[in-house]
C-alpha cells in the first residue's frame, strides 16, 4: 500500500485529535477531582458551622446596592456604590469590593 501525502495527512491529523481528546478527557477529569474535594470541605465547613451555631454571611456589614451589582457580575457598579457610601479611594473601594467577590465566591 502506497501513503499518498494527502493519506499522511490524514493519519497524522487522526493521531493528533485522538491524543488532543485523551489529554482534554484527562483535564476535565482533573477539575471533577478538583470540584468533588471542595465540595466535601464546603460540606464538612457547613456541618462545623451548624454544630458551633455559627452563620456565615459574605455580605454582612456590606450596603445593599453592593450587594446587589456584585450578585449581578458588575464589579465597576459595586465599586461605584461603595464609593457613594464611604468617602474611600477607587482603590480601597476596588480591595473592599473584591474581598466582597472572594468571600462569597463570585468572580
Keep these: 500500500m502506497h501513503l499518498t501525502p494527502e493519506l499522511l495527512v490524514m493519519i497524522v491529523i487522526g493521531l493528533l485529535a485522538l491524543v488532543l481528546a485523551k489529554a482534554f478527557e484527562y483535564r476535565l477529569n482533573a477539575i471533577a ?6 465540595s ?17 454571611d459574605p455580605y454582612k456589614d456590606t450596603p ?26 477607587l482603590k480601597e473601594a476596588k480591595e473592599y469590593v473584591e474581598g466582597v467577590q472572594r468571600r462569597a465566591g463570585v468572580i
Design 64 to 89: 445593599a446596592a453592593v450587594v446587589d451589582a456584585v450578585k449581578r457580575g458588575q464589579k465597576i457598579e459595586a465599586i461605584k456604590r461603595y464609593r457613594e457610601v464611604n468617602p474611600v479611594s
Design 33 to 38: 477531582r478538583q470540584v468533588a474535594t471542595v
Design 40 to 56: 466535601r470541605i464546603e460540606a464538612k465547613l457547613d456541618l462545623l458551622l451548624a454544630q458551633a451555631g455559627l452563620s456565615y
